[in-house]
């Protein structure tokens, strides 16, 4: 299937990201991309020839980092934090803002993950992340506007400086 190859050269990279996104660590995220286009695989010759198979792959994407991540709280024991020796120091640099917006973005729940990276990350429209997701609209406004406030709430609480 040279359609297949030839989407899977010109596309990996991104969808990649996405699951990296959406899983929030790289080695689970290769892993939910291989298990992804595995699926794309077997189900190719269903798809319309005209239609765009990204929307289809970005789709089973989202919808195995979100089991995945339900498997994961089910099966999960949260260890005690430890405290930190020193202070912890206000990021100030725009790398340092990117990590604890990474951090932050990792905190939220899968679905709520999803709609961000959808919406701001691959920049697909309210309908669009709909769609993929397979909710309605308003469940991604609420999931956005929840989303974004408990990142806001982590951006105040570290002390990240809106112009950095």
């Known amino acids: 299937m040279t359609a297949f190859a030839d989407f899977v050269a010109a596309r990996a990279t991104s969808l990649l990201r996405l699951a990296h996104l959406t899983c929030g ?52 024991i949260d260890p005690v934090r430890d405290v930190p020796e020193r202070p912890v120091q206000t990021p100030t640099s725009g790398v340092e803002v990117r990590q604890v917006l990474s951090a932050a973005l990792r905190g939220l729940p899968p679905r709520q993950r999803a709609v961000l990276v959808l919406r701001f990350w691959e920049d697909l429209t309210e309908a669009q992340t709909a769609e993929i997701l397979g909710v309605s609209l308003g469940t991604v406004k609420s999931q956005a506007a929840k989303g974004l406030a408990k990142l806001r709430g982590v951006v105040e609480l570290e002390g990240v400086r809106s112009d950095a």
């Not at 995220?29 to 189900?43: G, N, T």
């Not at 798809?47 to 709280?73: C, G, K, Q």
């Open 25 to 76: 660590a790289p080695d689970e995220a290769e892993d939910v991309l291989q298990s992804a286009l595995e699926r794309a695989y077997r189900h190719w010759g269903r798809l319309r020839p005209d239609a765009d198979p990204e929307p289809y792959v970005r789709r089973i994407i989202v919808n195995l980092a979100i089991s995945r991540a339900r498997r994961r709280r089910i099966l999960r």
